[in-house]
C-alpha cells in the first residue's frame, strides 16, 4: 500500500504519541502518511491490515530491511538482554484476509467470527469492562457472525483469528546467547512502531529549532528540504559551534 516516509510534512508534528488512545494513535499516524489518506477508511479496515500498514510506514521512514528489537531473556537468575533484527519480510502478510473465520469446538460447533477492525478496536476501549471474562465476552459477541459464544471460547477464537491475520498476535522466538533458554515472546508491533516513529518526531523537533534558530526558516521550509541535505546544514550549524 502506497505510504510516505513520516516526517516530511508539518501535521506530522502535531501528531500526540503520549496519547493513551492507541486505537486513535495508530488511526492517526497511518491517516497522516498512508494513501488513501482517510481516517474513516483506516478505522473499517482490519487490525493486521492497520499494523501492516503502521510497519511499511515505518520502513519507508527508516529505511533498511529490518528494525531492531531489545529483549531480556526470561530464564530465572539470567536476564541478559537480546539484540534481534526482525526482518521486515516476516511481517508480509497475505491481503485481503478472509471475511470470516470458523472456530471448530471440541464438540463439534463451528463458531463463525468476523476480523476485528479499528472500530472495534475503539468501542472495546470505550466499553470499560470489569473483568478480563466481561471483556472477551463482548468481543465474541460483537465479532459473531454466526453461533452463540461459550464459555471457553475466547482462546480457540483467539488461535484461530491469528492464523488468518498473525500480525494480531505477533510472536518470535528466542535463544538466549549465555544461558540457551528458549522461549517464544509476544512482540506488540503496533507499540514497537509507534515507540520509533515517537523518537523520529522528537528528533525531528529538536532539527526543526536548530535550522529556525539558525537560518530563521518556517517549520514547513525545513521539512521541504530532504533530509540528507537537511543533515548537511545541521551539520554546518554544529560545526560553527
Do not use: K
Request: charged share 25%; with cysteine; proline share 7%.
Amino acid at each position: 500500500m502506497p505510504v510516505r516516509p513520516f516526517g516530511r510534512a508539518v501535521e506530522d508534528l502535531e501528531i500526540d504519541f503520549a496519547s493513551s488512545d492507541r486505537p486513535a494513535l495508530v488511526t492517526a499516524v497511518i491517516a497522516a502518511c498512508a494513501d488513501p489518506p482517510a481516517a474513516d477508511y483506516w478505522w473499517r479496515r482490519p487490525v493486521g491490515e492497520r499494523t501492516q500498514a503502521l510497519l511499511e510506514l515505518l520502513r519507508e521512514s527508516e529505511g533498511g530491511e529490518s528494525v531492531a528489537l531489545n529483549l531480556h531473556c526470561t530464564a530465572a537468575g539470567c536476564g541478559e538482554r537480546l539484540e534481534i533484527e526482525l526482518p521486515y519480510a516476516a511481517f508480509a502478510v497475505r491481503l485481503p484476509a478472509p471475511a470470516q473465520v470458523d472456530v471448530a469446538r471440541a464438540d463439534g460447533g463451528t463458531l463463525t467470527l468476523r476480523l476485528p477492525t479499528g472500530e472495534d478496536l475503539r468501542a472495546w476501549r470505550a466499553l470499560q469492562p470489569a473483568s478480563r471474562e466481561q471483556a472477551l465476552t463482548a468481543m465474541l459477541n460483537q465479532l459473531r457472525v454466526a453461533g452463540e459464544p461459550r464459555p471457553g471460547d475466547a482462546d480457540c477464537a483467539a488461535a484461530a483469528l491469528s492464523d488468518v491475520d498473525r500480525l494480531v498476535a505477533f510472536t518470535v522466538l528466542c535463544t538466549c546467547p549465555v544461558c540457551g533458554h528458549e522461549a517464544e515472546r509476544d512482540i506488540d508491533l503496533d507499540g514497537l512502531a509507534l515507540f520509533r516513529l515517537a523518537a523520529q518526531q522528537r528528533q525531528l523537533v529538536r532539527d526543526v529549532h536548530a535550522l529556525a534558530s539558525h537560518y530563521g526558516w518556517t517549520e514547513r521550509d525545513i521539512l521541504a528540504v530532504p533530509p540528507a541535505r537537511r543533515a548537511r546544514y545541521l551539520a554546518l550549524i554544529e560545526a560553527a559551534g
